[in-house]
């Protein structure tokens, strides 16, 4: 799990288990015209933000353009014959329908659709030259290709399902920020996150969500964590990941939240900047970049 803490005491101070977060928000606080407190919420409101956008992800190009050149040959490495656009995303939904307990989709096989029923009359000898008239009835069965249902069906229609959330489990590993943000009263818009997974890892130590202690009187603890990640929910039982997976997720989990630290940082000397510029250069000055 990353955890990124911040805690002001009774006479102001500020401790953090990172070192240049402290160093900001301690000069970062003195230019506000606002309580430690809500310079130090504001600013940890912020990373957890900035730290969910600046998570990796993959584009929903980048999906589409890959889940269209999975390989396309049959077992043994033969050569596939017809139209094989779809062949590897084919297997791979059917790959990801047989670990969540689902009846596979064939688009290969040919299913009874129908009955065709052909007669033909005729004469039969009974004997004692007594001719009966007969019918004769002939089934022949129809074979043609089911329209997509329950555990049946082509890929037709298919792909832009599995597309979409692909592309939306792709941001999942982001959203432990996004919950951070939003307890701490900066929610992302309306689609970015389903509401029913927000609610469903909120305040979970597998999930995200941030807190406010008050430890003592006049000293509070900022704690914001993300800790999506650890299990598959490809799989029926959503069963935890491998340790190599989690480390994957955590890095990139990492990596987004000292994006988002960085990017406040910079933020915040750039107001220090500005508020100290007639005492430091004899001029105010107005800070585009730090």
């Excluded at 084919?90 to 659709?113: A, E, T």
């Amino acid at each position: 799990m990353n955890i990124l803490t911040a805690s002001v005491g009774k006479d102001g101070g500020i401790i953090s288990n990172v070192d240049a977060v402290k160093q900001a928000l301690d000069a970062y606080v003195k230019v506000r015209n606002q309580s430690v407190f809500e310079s130090v919420k504001e600013k940890m409101t912020n990373i957890a933000y900035k730290a969910s956008q600046n998570t990796d992800f993959a584009e929903k190009a980048d999906i589409r353009n890959e889940l269209s050149s999975l390989p396309i040959t049959k077992d043994g490495g033969k050569k596939r014959t017809g139209n094989t656009q779809w062949v590897g995303l084919y297997k791979l939904i059917n790959w990801q329908r047989k670990n969540m307990g689902l009846l596979p989709r064939g688009g290969s096989r040919k299913y009874v659709v129908g009955m065709k029923i052909s007669k033909k009359k005729s004469f039969s000898n009974t004997g004692a030259n007594d001719y009966v008239k007969q019918t004769q009835y002939k089934i022949k069965k129809i074979m043609g290709d089911k329209k997509a249902g329950k555990g049946g069906g082509f890929m037709d229609g298919k792909t832009k399902d599995f597309l979409r959330a692909r592309a939306r489990g792709s941001k999942f590993l982001r959203i432990g920020w996004a919950l951070a943000a939003s307890a701490m009263g900066r929610p992302f818009e309306r689609g970015d996150f389903g509401p029913a997974t927000l609610e469903r890892l909120s305040g979970r130590a597998y999930g995200g969500g941030a807190t406010i202690d008050k430890v003592a009187p006049g000293q509070s603890v900022f704690t914001i964590w993300n800790g999506a990640g650890v299990f598959d929910l490809r799989y029926k039982g959503t069963p935890m990941r491998s340790s190599n997976d989690i480390a994957r997720a955590r890095a990139r989990q990492e990596a987004g939240l000292k994006a988002g630290i960085d990017a406040e940082i910079k933020s915040m000397y750039k107001i220090v900047i500005q508020r100290n510029s007639q005492d430091w250069f004899g001029k105010k000055m107005k800070v585009t970049a730090v």
